[in-house]
């Protein structure tokens, strides 16, 4: 087992772009693996990685595409490593199949894909949001997903490393969605101490081997996960599988398959969900928004509330499990609702799949390549109001 | 026979659902046995060994014996291989594919893990054909031959599995037959031991599928050609070009010493500690 070595070392406040501070996360949370190939906007975050993963004890390799990337973190993670990737849309598509492995193998992971406009090459140094149901959906079959998103340098810190926490804990590859201008924006950023981090890290099994059941069907959802080479030799596939991880086509067991690793997810979306709300207690318009369009609608909201306008925001880190919780506050209590995204309407979608009361529901899109800015949303505001 | 019950004991799976999906007559179930005697050999214990394979008849294999088994998708195994070993090196990693899986889809693997020369053995059961999907073409079915999805015969020149290796950068690359069963396990056994990337190319059987196609008759007529096209590699140099026509060498093909991944990277990961204040 390759060594982990927690570094300790002074720490002053830095001027570090988003893509670093999502390196710093990973660090941070544990991960001692990256496998990554290069792509604009993510690759940075590579690169750094290359430079601080030996010092940290752990492994980078730059794989030959970003399908062995994540085959490779995968690997990685199976034989009890905290594994990373970072990508961008092509290189995200390309890691659907294995991504689904993991999802069926519950194998902890973390893949980063710094969004830019598409499809195909799409705008490579352009902001977008337009992968937000490929992160949900892009596996084939049927999975549950923990997809977040990251808006400044603080957040790329600290969301990473809930991102690791939850893979951790849920046995689930968790998707982190940045974007080109969280990705490039530099910010002073005070790194926290150690000790004051929470790290979470995958329960092992206490069980002698020969009453290790891998796959079992426990109320909670999450079996204790075996490694290579820890003695417990169990077999992972990613065939649908019994309890025991072997092949199975019995109706019962690929049921019980398939309802254990949704309800592993359902059960802790109160944990997983997390959202800030700003200025919403007497909010007469509310803004949906993640991202980089977040940071625009905080400071929109902070110019409407200078002319009295009441508007608030409520800000989404986690977008699946989608926190139906506080959105269908926000459409209960607000008399309009305004989701800017830099897509065609993404998670606009779910907020109107809730289908509560008679709250309007503005889609707010742009897709040319150009994040949104605090005064085109409040002029959106002032045409609603 | 004696022998034979006791590595079932000690290596099969007995929770396994038995039997095996491979067809009667199949030469997979030779490359296991193979596989299984030279890691018995070679006295590794069971808690070591990680096996990897992608997906087809051949990709099976590793549920079924009792190790660290990882079946994973079609043609990345290398992939995941690369992970395991290089987050614990202490591993022996052992990658198992067929012929469509290592050299069509899974192709750049292959030979990215060549050139890097990571200390990870791979071996290719060569059939010439996809068998579990019902017998098309594959990356090494022969020139002028049929299968399912060339019925008006195979128009590609097929890829030399070993030979690519070679040209890739592997430390070792040998050329076995399941007709050659004992010699396979030696072939495998230097395999493991040898550090760096290290190829076994398998010839096999498919009487199922390619052998229909191609009117080779059973798998006993397969076995019996196997043994008359293969050439020990010691002799084919003084063999003509006519001689050597039609004919595959076996034996170990190349055994030489490249810089290997894991211990160059381990090498950076010391001094980078070390560097630090």
């Known amino acids: 087992m390759a060594k982990h070595r927690a570094l300790k070392v002074i720490r002053p406040p830095a001027l570090i772009h988003g893509n670093a501070a999502i390196a710093r996360g990973a660090i941070a949370a544990g991960c001692r693996f ?41 690997g990685a993670s199976l034989a009890g490593v905290k594994a990373m990737t970072a990508t961008s849309g092509p290189g995200f598509c390309l890691m659907q199949e294995i991504l689904g492995f993991a999802y069926a193998t519950e194998t902890p992971c973390v893949v980063v894909n710094v969004m830019r406009g598409g499809p195909s090459t799409g705008l490579p140094t352009r902001p977008s949001q337009s992968d937000v149901m490929l992160s949900r959906w892009g596996a084939h079959g049927n999975h549950a997903s923990i997809v977040l998103a990251v808006s400044s340098v603080e957040d790329c810190f600290h969301v990473t ?33 150690d000790d004051c981090l929470s790290v979470i890290n ?41 309890v025991r991880g072997f092949p199975t086509e019995q109706k019962e067991e690929v049921r019980t398959f398939y309802e254990r690793i949704h309800r592993k997810i359902d059960l802790n979306r109160e944990e997983i969900e997390l959202f800030e709300s700003f200025f919403l207690d007497d909010a007469d318009i509310c803004l949906i928004a993640y991202g980089s369009a977040s940071m625009a609608a905080l400071e929109s909201v902070h110019l409407a509330r200078k002319v009295n306008l009441k508007v608030g925001l409520l800000k989404l880190t986690t977008l ?31 907020v109107k799949n809730l289908g509560v009361c008679q709250t309007r529901i503005i889609p707010m899109n742009r897709y040319d390549g150009h994040m949104f800015t605090p005064s085109e949303i409040l002029q959106k505001i002032r045409e609603v109001y | 026979m004696q022998e034979s019950t006791h590595l079932i004991h000690q290596y099969l799976r007995h929770d396994k659902k038995f039997p095996h999906l491979w067809c009667p007559g199949c030469g997979n179930g030779i490359v296991l046995g193979a596989l299984i005697r030279a890691i018995h050999h070679l006295g590794c214990s069971k808690n070591e060994i990680a096996l990897v394979s992608g997906i087809g008849c051949s990709s099976r294999m590793p549920t079924y014996v009792d190790f660290n088994t990882l ?22 990693v052992i990658a198992i594919m067929g012929d469509g899986d290592a050299m069509a889809i899974g192709g750049n693997h292959f030979i990215h893990a060549a050139r890097r020369n990571i200390d990870i053995t791979a071996l290719i059961m060569n059939n010439s054909i996809y068998g579990m999907t019902g017998g ?47 010699k396979l396990i030696g072939l495998i056994e230097q395999a493991i031991r040898k550090p760096g990337f290290s190829v076994v190319e398998i010839i096999t059987h498919c009487h199922v599928q390619f052998g229909k196609y191609n009117q080779m008759g059973s798998h006993i007529d397969m076995l019996k050609w196997q043994k008359s096209h293969a050439v020990p590699a010691e002799k084919a140099g003084s063999l003509s070009d006519e001689a050597l026509k039609d004919k595959f060498t076996i034996g170990v093909l190349a055994n030489r010493d490249f810089p290997i991944f894991d211990q160059e990277y381990e090498k950076i990961r010391q001094a980078a500690m070390q560097a630090q204040p």
């Open chain 1, 202 to 242: 995958r329960v092992r099994p206490s069980v002698p081997p020969e009453w290790y059941i891998p796959y079992e069907n426990t109320a909670r959802g999450v079996p204790p996960m075996a490694v290579f080479g820890d003695g417990y030799r169990h077999n992972v596939t990613g065939l649908v599988h019994d």
């Open chain 1, 34 to 74: 990256f496998a990554g190939y290069p792509i604009t906007p993510a690759t940075e975050i590579a690169e750094i990685m290359s430079r601080e993963m030996p010092r940290h004890g752990g492994t980078f390799i730059q794989m030959e595409d970003e399908i062995a990337s994540m085959g490779a973190i995968v």
């Open chain 2, 136 to 182: 098309q073409s594959s990356p090494t079915t022969p020139f002028g031959s049929v299968s399912a999805t060339a019925p008006y015969t195979q128009i590609e020149r097929p890829f030399q599995v070993a030979e690519m290796a070679i040209a890739s950068g592997a430390s070792y690359v040998a050329r076995g037959t399941v007709y050659h069963a004992r």
């Open chain 1, 161 to 193: 490393l809930k991102a690791f926490n939850f893979s951790e804990k849920f046995r689930t590859p968790v998707i982190l969605l940045s974007d080109e201008v969280v990705a490039h924006t530099r910010a002073i950023f005070s790194p926290p101490e």
């Open chain 2, 71 to 92: 079946h994973t998708v079609h043609g990345r195994a290398l992939t995941f291989a690369t992970g395991i070993k290089l987050a614990n090196p202490a591993l022996k």
């Open chain 1, 320 to 350: 699946f499990p989608f926190p139906s919780k506080p959105v269908e506050e926000v459409l209960n209590r607000s008399r309009i609702v305004i989701v800017p995204e830099m897509n065609f309407g993404q998670i606009v979608q779910e």
